[in-house]
């Protein structure tokens, strides 16, 4: 599977972006997909996570309330939904898909190359 992210860009704090992840090669129903980040520096962190039907979703705890991820199987997409974003959030943003790992559980087989976001303050 090959994972594509884009929607990456500047913004300023307060603002929203959304993510978008497509996968390419085959179809991704059965897998669950996560968001992750690394900002300069530091490790890479999970950031949400979706199960293959999209009737559960996982969150980092600096991002609940704030970051929306969401599927459309049929568009054969994942989504973030970021909002009222803070200078923290500047980061690589990569999508991920595994058929067993779950939201920050597991260890993620497919990895996308990753989309920069950056909050200016």
């Known amino acids: 599977v090959q994972l594509q992210a884009s929607g990456g860009g500047l913004v300023q704090a307060g603002g929203s972006l959304r993510l978008s992840c497509a996968p390419s090669g085959r179809t991704f129903i059965t897998y669950n997909m996560g968001w992750f980040r690394q900002a300069p520096g530091k490790e890479r962190e999970f950031v949400a996570g979706?199960?293959?039907?999209?009737?559960?979703?996982y969150y980092a705890d600096s991002v609940k309330g704030r970051f929306t991820v969401s599927r459309d199987n049929g568009k054969n997409t994942v989504n973030l939904q970021m909002s009222s974003l803070k200078p923290e959030d500047t980061a690589v943003y990569y999508c991920?898909?595994?058929?067993?790992?779950?939201?920050?559980?597991?260890?993620?087989?497919?990895w996308g190359q990753g989309t920069l976001v950056t909050v200016s303050s």
């Open positions: 991920a898909a595994d058929q067993y790992a779950l939201g920050p559980r597991g260890t993620y087989v497919y």
């Open positions: 979706i199960n293959w039907s999209g009737s559960s979703t």
